[in-house]
């Protein structure tokens, strides 16, 4: 990550903005670390002033954390990659904002993933976090599937897992479906002992509540819980197919990240399994090489 300049040389921030939070982070022009800032989500499909918010916040606490001054901001070169941008309505509203940088590079959360996963080369990711969206790029070729948001999609995510473990525990508090290590669990969680006491908790609420109870899922397939385990399955099963179709294209690495990327490689087919390969930087690193990839194309005309 290094440009010449006669003058001094440029900081660059990387933004990662996700449904459940913002991450930043500040290197210098050779590729070194200054400092990072996090603060709550930025994904415009929960609102554009919501967004700009945790970005200012981020960047104010990565600046804090690289001990420099917070008025830096309109020296920073920006990448950004947010959550929600993929709908060209939102990226318009994010694109005209009027940004405390010196210059923003405006892209998704999915393609800096996929930057910083292959140091800005060709390649395929999968998040499966909050959400859940695939993205692959050779070259000039860009595909992306998925990342419709949580009641659209979302299907092998921490939201999804969440979604469908609630609405197992409530059939079979009525009676549809038997009690497992699921349904003890979720009420459990909420320290409740009937199914409208779930919902008092869950109704009205976003995918980052669900995604709180992912982790159930696990453990209790873990213990053979079939419920548990059914759900797992057509989760991954997702996850699997959703590979196949960006390997496709003939992506030369392919990773997964997010918080269910670990957990949830031993349900994967095994074709799909033995091709993940470590993710080689973060997000915001991935936003930094998008940044600068953009900023030679202008240069180049």
């Known amino acids: 990550m290094e440009q010449d300049s006669n003058q001094q040389r440029p900081l660059f921030i990387g933004i990662d903005g996700g449904g459940s939070k913002c ?5 210098d022009a050779d590729n070194r670390k200054l400092g990072e800032g996090i603060a709550g989500r930025a994904n415009p499909l929960f609102g554009v002033e919501q967004t700009f918010s945790a970005i200012h916040q981020a960047t104010e606490k990565a600046l804090v954390d690289s001990n420099l001054p ?11 990659g ?3 941008v993929n709908v060209p309505a939102l990226f318009d509203k994010v694109a005209q904002w009027r940004h405390p940088f010196s210059e923003m590079y405006l892209t998704t959360d999915l ?4 930057a910083g996963a292959h140091l800005g080369g060709n390649g395929a990711v999968i998040i499966t976090g909050t959400g859940s969206c695939g993205f692959a790029q050779v070259d000039e070729r860009q595909l992306t599937l998925g990342g419709y948001g949580f009641a659209l999609g979302d299907k092998g995510s921490g939201g999804w897992y969440g979604l469908k473990a ?3 525990v409530l059939l079979s508090l ?3 479906k038997p009690h497992t290590q699921l349904t003890e669990k979720l009420l459990h969680h909420y320290s409740v002992d009937n199914a409208l006491g779930i919902v008092e908790n869950l109704a009205g609420k976003p995918s980052s509540n669900f995604a709180e109870l992912a982790a159930y899922v696990f453990i209790c397939a873990k213990n053979q819980d079939k419920a548990a385990i059914e759900i797992l399955k057509e989760g991954a099963n997702y996850i699997s197919d959703l590979a196949r179709k960006l390997l496709a294209i003939r992506t030369t690495r392919f990773s997964i990240i997010g918080g269910l990327a670990e957990p949830l490689l031993p349900w994967l087919d095994d074709d799909i399994a033995n091709q993940v390969q470590p993710a080689l930087a ?11 990839q953009q900023m030679q194309k202008k240069l180049v005309g």
Do not use: N, T, W
């Not at 991450?23 to 290197?27: P, S």
């Not at 393609?111 to 996929?114: D, G, S, T, V």
């Open 23 to 27: 991450r930043a982070a500040i290197y």
């Open 70 to 80: 917070l008025d830096m901001q309109k020296s920073l070169i920006a990448g950004v």
């Open 82 to 84: 947010i959550a929600g």
């Open 111 to 114: 393609h800096i993933a996929c």
């Open 166 to 168: 609630a609405e197992y």
């Open 174 to 176: 009525d009676g549809f």
């Open 282 to 292: 973060s997000p915001e690193v991935g936003a930094i090489y998008f940044a600068q």
